[in-house]
């Protein structure tokens, strides 16, 4: 009745919220470093009439708390200490690309940035800790945006292909898991971070570099990235046979509920669940372009041509297992305009879900989402599945005594781990689950440390005052008693 004995217990984190060290040992800036927060529609560059191209110009009276982070480019030894106390058998963090190449388009690799990972995952490894890492979690080197427009351009595959060539060759037997585009299926509604995609030509309002971008624009990138994750595959095969490449999408939007059996509903249920996480699943994982987007790209006057080469890349290369984030469901009703966050898409409220998560955030709690999550992907794609993403946010802080007692977060795990094994019972070949984030780190979405995840706690607030003390909450403990269980104590 428990979990298999090899399965993956462990927690995540992304190099832009967690490291800090922005300017450090040569890396440059990336795109997460010029937002706060990345719903936010006022990155920190300006227009320069005489070169044409966005410049970085941060706003003085903004914290971007991503420069400093938590401090993990100084403290991952501790922290990775910690995590192991919990039992981790796993860890899944990100490369930040810039740290590599800083610009993207240099010729030669940092080698300290290569050090720095190097000695990061030697650490997990003597921990016994298998990495799973992150090519690209929101992190496009800022200069392959400003001057090239980002992963509209073509060019950007061979940097891409130089890049991940590096990594490869670089942590050969270091790493086996790897994770190519993080959440790239956010690309319609966060281009510039999740696709790493802006016009910069004679944008028509230089205040709203992102309101400026294409449809065009957008649907290039889509066709870049579908061929350089086929290339990363193949370069990941050929240099290490033991590498596993996968693919990382948000699939909250899976659990996209019809709101009636209206057949309305249940038409646009399936046609978000296609333009939200299929148009992107489905050539990573089956090699196949979906049909509906000629639909797609004729409403929306845009012109997407695949040479035969690259459809037999796209078909010949695809990833070796799916993993996906996963925090909440959403409903479609076809009169009601649906929205989303970094959580997912959200549309009527559920009125079947009565358990919510307090407030400022409030997202609705859906464990059984995630049963069906993975059930519906692994009915699609017969592939191993991976949750490296699932977690909940709660605005909290120490109490007199220097404690914190997170009675939901334990709520909120338990029950997605019930509903975890209950898929597994189905059939499902579910081979890990890695919380997010096990230690606080700047929220992506909102780019504050108000918003915690973390089974410890970071001695760090919004304005950016803190001393890092890092300190346990009652969830560590509770986790660690589940890893050591192998699941068996919830079921």
């Not at 249940?266 to 049909?291: H, K, W």
Request: glycine share 8%; hydrophobic share 35%; proline share 5%.
């Amino acid at each position: 009745m428990s979990f298999p004995k090899d399965f993956l217990w462990g927690g995540a984190i992304a190099a832009n919220q967690y490291e800090g060290a922005w300017l450090e040992d040569g890396k440059q800036p990336n795109v997460t470093d010029i937002v706060v927060g990345i719903m936010s529609r006022q990155p920190g560059l300006k227009w320069n009439e005489e070169t044409k191209k966005y410049e970085m110009c941060l706003d003085p009276n903004k914290v971007y708390l991503s420069h400093d982070a938590v401090d993990g480019y100084h403290r991952y030894r501790e922290d990775l200490k910690l995590m192991k106390g919990m039992g981790f058998n796993s860890f899944r963090t990100s490369i930040a690309w810039g740290r590599i190449y800083p610009n993207g388009d240099e010729e030669e690799p940092n080698e300290a940035g290569i050090r720095f990972y190097e000695d990061m995952f030697r650490c997990m490894r003597e921990l016994d800790m298998e990495p799973v890492i992150t090519l690209s979690h929101y992190e496009t080197p800022l200069h392959l945006i400003t001057e090239y427009g980002g992963w509209s351009d073509p060019k950007l595959i061979g940097f891409w292909k130089r890049y991940v060539t590096t990594v490869f060759t670089r942590f050969k037997g270091l790493v086996k898991y790897w994770l190519t585009f993080n959440e790239v299926n956010n690309m319609f509604r966060i281009p510039l971070v999740a696709a790493g995609v802006m016009t910069v030509k004679d944008p028509k309002d230089p205040s709203d570099p992102i309101g400026s971008t294409t449809n065009q624009d957008i649907w290039d990138a889509y066709h870049n990235i579908l061929v350089a994750n086929a290339e990363t595959v193949r370069l990941g095969h050929e240099i290490d046979p033991e590498n596993q490449v996968g693919c990382m999408l948000t699939s909250s939007n899976v659990a996209t509920y019809p709101y009636s059996c209206d057949p309305r509903n249940v038409m646009g249920a399936l046609e978000t669940q296609r333009m939200s996480n299929f148009y992107f699943g489905d050539p990573f994982c089956l090699g196949i372009i979906p049909t509906y987007l000629n639909k797609v790209w004729k409403e929306q006057g845009v012109t997407v041509t695949f040479t035969d080469e690259e459809r037999k890349l796209i078909k010949d290369y695809t990833v070796d297992f799916f993993s996906f984030s996963y925090y909440r469901s959403g409903t479609y009703d076809y009169d009601f305009a649906i929205s989303g966050d970094t959580g997912g898409l959200t549309g009527r409220t559920n009125p079947y879900l009565k358990d919510k998560a307090p407030q400022p955030w409030g997202w609705p709690v859906d464990p059984e989402g995630i049963r069906y999550t993975l059930n519906v992907l692994y009915d699609r794609y017969h592939l191993p599945l991976m949750i490296v993403e699932n977690g909940v946010g709660l605005d909290e802080d120490l109490d007199e005594n220097g404690e914190i007692h997170d009675t939901f977060r334990e709520h909120y795990i338990d029950e997605h781990i019930r509903n975890v094994h209950k898929a597994l019972e189905d059939g499902v070949d579910c081979r890990g689950y890695l919380y997010w984030g096990p230690i606080d780190v700047v929220s992506a979405g909102t780019g504050e440390m108000k918003k915690r995840y973390g089974f410890v706690y970071v001695d760090r607030f919004n304005d950016g005052h803190g001393t890092l003390e890092r300190k346990l909450k009652d969830s560590y403990k509770h986790y660690k008693e589940i890893i050591e269980s192998n699941g068996e104590i919830l079921l």
